[in-house]
């Protein structure tokens, strides 16, 4: 009962997600249909058009997976075995750095920002 | 027709089992290299060259799974609406971080890679790497890329914020339970969010949320900075 459950929800999931593509093509949006659709999503469970128990144990059984989902796209790397190699190994200390500088950029911003309207001391109080 | 649909199912299977036992190794010795995502991938790889099996023949079953992935970022909804309080109270504190990062995340490793001279398809892979996975690849194929070298970044990205991140953290004064999972979950996506737990519940959330806002700001300004920069 509960697998059948699961499936009806992500068969929801399933629909928002399509609905977005709709949206993102009929609209000729720059972003992903699957955004459109996390949107969407997320607009209908904030005004209570959608109860949460309709969808979340599907959501929480593709989050679980998430990572199981991901592994046929990143086996293609098979096809570019080739670009291990040399040079290119540069890119990944460029991608360590440059996700360090973020991580100080955002973090930074966000702590000056929440000190400042003293959301800190007013939660810790 | 019925030789297809068998091989499909075999790597199906074949990718289930692997992934199943490599999740139990991970639950044994929970160390960041032993990933399952990371081994599985690395066990199929293996597999498919000792065997010979091209990508192709691997993707008549592997496409069944990639098919969840539209609806599972659709199904990150979920968890930001459970955090919908904490969002809503440090809301300010919260874009602007989401913004500075992805603004920042993605320039700097467009421009860096550009710099040294690296060809535009490679850029277009890194551009996406503080995003998490399946919309980092959407990104990157939006624009022509590689969606397979998109994820070896996006991990990359991943790793390189859980074992330095919270050196980086500490050194720079970033203390707060704001600070630390933002950063974390802005640089370093999912698996940033899954070590923000350590620094407590309130990190975790921050960086959850943080993760789900970067992926919403990457994909509407990674058009914007690429038109920028090319």
Excluded: C
């Excluded at chain 1, 991901?70 to 360590?96: C, R, W």
């Excluded at chain 2, 991970?26 to 065997?51: D, K």
């Excluded at chain 2, 799974?65 to 539209?70: A, K, V």
């Amino acid at each position: 009962m509960k697998f059948i459950k699961i499936i009806v929800q992500i068969a929801m999931l399933y629909g928002f997600y399509f609905l977005g593509e709709q949206f993102q093509h009929v609209l000729n949006l720059p972003i992903p249909g699957s955004i459109v659709g996390l949107l969407v999503l997320f607009g209908a469970l904030l005004v209570k058009a959608i109860p949460v128990t309709w969808i979340e144990e599907g959501a929480g059984t593709l989050l679980h997976y998430l990572t199981l989902l991901f592994v046929p796209a990143t086996v293609g790397v098979i096809n570019y075995l080739y670009f291990f190699s040399g040079k290119n190994i540069g890119l990944v200390l460029i991608v360590m750095v440059s996700t360090l500088i973020t991580m100080l950029a955002s973090g930074t911003v966000s702590q000056i920002f929440a000190n400042k309207t003293g959301m800190q001391r007013e939660r810790s109080s | 027709m019925m030789v297809a649909a068998l091989v499909g199912v075999m790597m199906v299977v074949t990718t289930l089992a692997v992934f199943l036992i490599m999740a139990r190794l991970y639950r044994r010795f929970p160390l960041p290299f032993l990933m399952p995502a990371l081994t599985t991938t690395f066990l199929l790889v293996i597999g498919l060259l000792a065997f010979n099996i091209s990508y192709d023949t691997y993707m008549i079953g592997g496409q069944w799974i990639d098919h969840l992935l539209g609806p599972a970022v659709v199904s990150l909804a979920y968890p930001l609406y459970r955090q919908r309080h904490v969002l809503a109270r440090y809301l300010a504190p919260i874009l602007t971080g989401v913004l500075v990062g992805s603004m920042i995340g993605m320039a700097s490793g467009l421009l860096f890679a550009k710099v040294f001279g690296f060809s535009e398809d490679l850029v277009y892979a890194v551009l996406p790497k503080s995003v998490t996975t399946p919309v980092a690849m959407q990104i990157t194929s939006q624009f022509g890329g590689a969606p397979s070298l998109a994820v070896i970044f996006v991990m990359v990205a991943g790793y390189s914020g859980v074992v330095f991140g919270p050196y980086l953290l500490k050194a720079a004064g970033l203390h707060s339970f704001i600070g630390k999972g933002m950063g974390m979950g802005a640089a370093s996506h999912a698996i940033g969010t899954a070590k923000a737990y350590e620094f407590g519940e309130d990190a975790a959330s921050v960086s959850s949320i943080a993760m789900t806002l970067s992926a919403i700001s990457g994909s509407v300004m990674a058009p914007f900075i690429v038109w920028l920069f090319y």
